[in-house]
């Protein structure tokens, strides 16, 4: 089962290699979102930084479900996912191959927007261990979620639209307790930093396990 | 067309119901020393949420009942009876979330009225109103899902997995005043001996009432929802039989034709456009 989850994930990373989707378009799509969020914060600093934390996992939402739609139109074009399947690959190994390619790339997309966040909202990291680990259960949590959905939907008419009515309110936990753990790690709370990162790690348990238990449904009809 | 008898006494005795809880909960029922009259709108809210809460659990449990159903492996006879009773749970779940999402809709609704008057605004950023919207956002993504043309057995899969990941929002929902300090009351009944109340007397009595009858409301729609579903699969079954006759004929009438004939037809199609 690794070795095939391993096979579908450096497809989809070698596709990115020689595509680059993720550096040219949906990094800088992160970028724009929190540019644009401080246009409409009237670009006040106190308010940016005390948001600062919210923002940044606003913005790496949306890069999960811009990456997660990328990632399975590459198998509804040509019957991919059929040939996939023929190739006597499992359900579940493209689905956890898809979901660690997914993760690697929202990790990438979660560094550019950290470095954003300290560059453009002047933030400073008090706790920079909490920041790591809050920022790899949370953005493994979207990926994992996004890879879920992205098979849910893939090959659906309005899977462009229907994915982020999707998406976002289950990732809506993931957004709350990593706002949380940010607040904490930037100093802009006096919170339990830990225990938020306990629970986004609980989160991405939880969607594990439900994804271990769908794969077979959802591939086998996509 | 989908009423049968048992619907229509179940109608009669849902209706008559209603009429009662409003006598109790307008006139009846006291006025609370805390929120006032404002109190009444506490037998439609929480009874709304609670049938919101069991039409999602039956949801759940129909989408389980589907992906069992159409687990890989049954064939042959086997496999018509599971087909036949996959689709019958897939109805139910498709049922039961539309009642699921007009009684959030609800909740949320005479939520807000009661905001209104005892907070001052009709909506405030707090962890039970934020993730019981997020328990409807997510249950029309739902109903979105279902909607899609896909193949039915294809469709049903999908939509059962979802319903399975959505119905974990329903215990954050639920315990959401406990695990956040929250500005909205605590659970106004706990179920089991010593369980905590909110309401005494005849408030807890009307507020009981309320849910059995809101349940009966749900019951009696959910029914007539369920079986104009059956119709809608029946009446495309009967267009698509009505279609293949029609082409049937068709061919039967003209004969067979030659490959020739095809491309010129077709060569005279594009040189009329």
């Given at each position: 089962?690794?070795?095939?989850?391993?096979?579908?994930?450096?497809?989809?990373?070698?596709?990115?290699?020689?595509?680059?989707?993720?550096?040219?378009?949906?990094?800088?799509?992160?970028?724009?979102?929190?540019?644009?969020?401080?246009?409409?914060?009237?670009?006040?600093?106190?308010?940016?930084?005390?948001?600062?934390?919210?923002?940044?996992?606003?913005?790496?939402?949306?890069?999960a479900?811009?990456?997660?739609?990328?990632?399975?139109?590459?198998e509804?074009?040509?019957?991919?996912?059929?040939?996939?399947?023929?190739?006597?690959?499992?359900?579940?190994?493209?689905?956890?191959?898809?979901?660690?390619?997914?993760?690697?790339?929202?990790?990438?997309?979660?560094?550019?927007?950290?470095?954003?966040?300290?560059?453009?909202?002047?933030?400073?990291?008090?706790?920079?261990?909490?920041?790591?680990?809050?920022?790899?259960?949370g953005?493994?949590?979207?990926?994992?979620?996004?890879?879920l959905?992205?098979?849910?939907?893939?090959?659906?008419?309005?899977?462009?639209?229907?994915?982020?009515?999707?998406?976002i309110?289950?990732?809506?936990?993931?957004?709350?307790?990593g706002t949380?753990?940010?607040?904490?790690?930037?100093?802009?709370?006096?919170?339990?930093?830990?225990?938020w990162?306990?629970?986004?790690?609980?989160?991405?348990?939880?969607?594990?396990?439900?994804?271990?238990?769908?794969?077979?449904?959802?591939?086998?009809d996509? | 067309?989908?009423?049968?008898?048992?619907?229509?006494?179940?109608?009669?005795v849902?209706?008559a119901?209603?009429?009662?809880?409003?006598?109790?909960?307008?006139?009846?029922?006291?006025a609370?020393e805390?929120?006032?009259?404002?109190?009444?709108?506490?037998?439609?809210?929480?009874?709304?949420?609670?049938?919101?809460?069991?039409?999602?659990?039956?949801?759940?449990?129909?989408?389980?009942?589907?992906?069992?159903?159409?687990?890989?492996?049954?064939?042959?006879?086997?496999?018509?009876?599971?087909?036949?009773?996959?689709?019958?749970?897939?109805?139910?779940?498709?049922?039961?979330?539309?009642?699921?999402?007009?009684?959030?809709?609800?909740?949320?609704?005479?939520?807000?009225?009661?905001?209104k008057?005892?907070?001052?605004?009709?909506?405030?950023?707090?962890?039970?109103?934020?993730?019981?919207?997020?328990?409807?956002?997510?249950?029309?993504?739902?109903?979105?899902?279902?909607?899609?043309?896909?193949?039915?057995?294809?469709?049903?899969?999908?939509?059962?997995?979802?319903?399975?990941i959505?119905?974990?929002?329903?215990?954050?929902?639920?315990?959401?005043?406990?695990?956040?300090?929250?500005?909205?009351?605590?659970?106004?009944?706990?179920?089991?001996?010593?369980?905590?109340?909110?309401?005494?007397g005849?408030?807890?009595?009307?507020?009981?009432?309320?849910?059995?009858?809101?349940?009966?409301?749900?019951?009696?729609?959910?029914?007539?929802?369920?079986?104009?579903?059956?119709?809608?699969?029946?009446?495309?079954?009967a267009?698509?039989?009505?279609?293949?006759?029609?082409?049937?004929?068709?061919?039967?009438?003209?004969?067979?034709?030659?490959?020739?004939?095809?491309?010129?037809?077709?060569?005279?199609?594009v040189?009329?456009?």
């Amino acid at each position: 089962m690794l070795r095939e989850i391993w096979i579908v994930c450096r497809k989809d990373l070698t596709i990115e290699w020689r595509a680059r989707v993720t550096l040219v378009q949906i990094v800088p799509t992160v970028l724009l979102v929190l540019v644009v969020f401080a246009f409409a914060f009237d670009a006040n600093p106190t308010l940016l930084g005390a948001g600062a934390g919210g923002l940044f996992w606003v913005a790496v939402l949306f890069g999960a479900v811009l990456g997660s739609k990328r990632s399975f139109d590459i198998e509804a074009e040509g019957g991919n996912l059929d040939a996939l399947r023929l190739g006597g690959l499992a359900p579940a190994a493209i689905l956890w191959g898809k979901a660690t390619a997914l993760a690697l790339q929202s990790m990438v997309v979660g560094v550019f927007a950290a470095a954003g966040l300290l560059v453009l909202f002047s933030v400073t990291v008090e706790d920079w261990l909490l920041i790591v680990a809050a920022g790899l259960c949370g953005t493994a949590a979207f990926a994992v979620c996004g890879a879920l959905y992205g098979a849910m939907t893939v090959g659906l008419r309005s899977a462009d639209t229907l994915l982020p009515l999707l998406l976002i309110p289950v990732a809506a936990p993931v957004l709350l307790a990593g706002t949380r753990a940010f607040d904490v790690a930037l100093g802009t709370s006096a919170d339990q930093g830990w225990s938020w990162t306990a629970l986004l790690a609980v989160v991405l348990v939880t969607y594990i396990a439900v994804g271990w238990l769908a794969a077979g449904p959802l591939l086998e009809d996509a | 067309m989908t009423g049968s008898l048992a619907t229509r006494v179940l109608g009669a005795v849902a209706l008559a119901a209603v009429a009662v809880m409003a006598i109790l909960a307008l006139w009846i029922s006291p006025a609370d020393e805390v929120q006032g009259d404002a109190v009444r709108l506490m037998y439609v809210h929480v009874p709304s949420i609670w049938v919101a809460y069991g039409s999602f659990v039956l949801t759940a449990f129909a989408s389980a009942r589907v992906l069992w159903r159409t687990r890989s492996g049954a064939g042959g006879s086997q496999g018509v009876i599971a087909d036949r009773q996959a689709r019958h749970w897939d109805r139910v779940a498709g049922a039961a979330a539309e009642l699921g999402v007009i009684f959030t809709a609800l909740t949320l609704m005479t939520g807000s009225l009661w905001g209104k008057v005892t907070w001052g605004a009709y909506w405030q950023w707090d962890a039970r109103l934020t993730t019981s919207v997020l328990l409807f956002v997510t249950y029309l993504g739902y109903l979105a899902l279902r909607r899609l043309p896909a193949e039915s057995r294809s469709r049903a899969r999908r939509s059962a997995v979802m319903a399975l990941i959505a119905v974990v929002n329903l215990p954050i929902v639920h315990f959401s005043v406990d695990w956040w300090r929250t500005l909205h009351q605590e659970a106004s009944l706990e179920l089991g001996p010593g369980g905590a109340r909110n309401y005494t007397g005849e408030m807890y009595w009307t507020l009981l009432y309320s849910w059995a009858t809101f349940t009966m409301v749900a019951l009696w729609i959910g029914i007539h929802r369920y079986r104009v579903l059956r119709l809608e699969e029946l009446a495309e079954e009967a267009a698509l039989e009505e279609l293949l006759a029609a082409r049937r004929a068709e061919y039967e009438n003209a004969g067979p034709r030659s490959t020739e004939q095809e491309s010129n037809e077709r060569a005279e199609q594009v040189t009329s456009r």
